[in-house]
Nanobody, 123 residues
Framework: QVQLAESGGGSVQAGGSLRLSCTAS????????MGWFRRAPGKEREGVAI???????TYADSVKGRFTVSKALGLNTVYLEMTSLKPEDTGMYYC?????????????????WGQGTQVTVSS
C-alpha cells in the first residue's frame, strides 16, 4: 500500500522559511519521480518542484532561487526547503509520487498523492 506523509507546514511571516518533508512507503522510492505541488485558495493545483528519479530537479518559475527540493534515499524522504516566503506561497502543499509525464513535468498528473500540509505566509 502506497503511503505519502507530508509534514512541516505552518504559519510564518513573509521572508521566513519552512522545510516540508514527505516520507514515502509502499513503492521503490529510488526509482520514482517525486513532486511537490500546491493549491492556493481559489486556484488550481500547480507544480512547485520535481525531484526526478535520476536526480534532475525542476522548479516553477515562481519559486526558482527560493525553494530547493532534495531527497534522502535511505529515509525514503523528499524535502522542500522554502526560503524568502511570500504571501502568494500560501496554500496546501502536496507530495506526489510517480509522474505519468516524465521527471521534468510540473503537470499534476501523478499516480499517488499525500494528504497535504498547510503553509500560510502572512505579510
Amino acid at each position: 500500500q502506497v503511503q505519502l506523509a507530508e509534514s512541516g507546514g505552518g504559519s510564518v511571516q513573509a521572508g521566513g522559511s519552512l522545510r516540508l518533508s514527505c516520507t514515502a512507503s509502499g513503492f521503490t522510492f529510488d526509482d520514482t519521480d517525486m513532486g511537490w505541488f500546491r493549491r492556493a485558495p481559489g486556484k488550481e493545483r500547480e507544480g512547485v518542484a520535481i525531484m526526478g528519479k535520476d536526480g534532475t530537479k525542476t522548479y516553477a518559475d515562481s519559486v526558482k532561487g527560493r525553494f530547493t527540493v532534495s531527497k534522502a534515499l535511505g529515509l525514503n524522504t523528499v524535502y522542500l526547503e522554502m526560503t524568502s516566503l511570500k504571501p502568494e506561497d500560501t496554500g496546501m502543499y502536496y507530495c506526489a509520487a510517480g509522474s505519468r509525464l516524465g521527471p521534468d513535468s510540473l503537470v499534476p498528473d501523478y499516480f499517488y498523492w499525500g494528504q497535504g500540509t498547510q503553509v500560510t505566509v502572512s505579510s
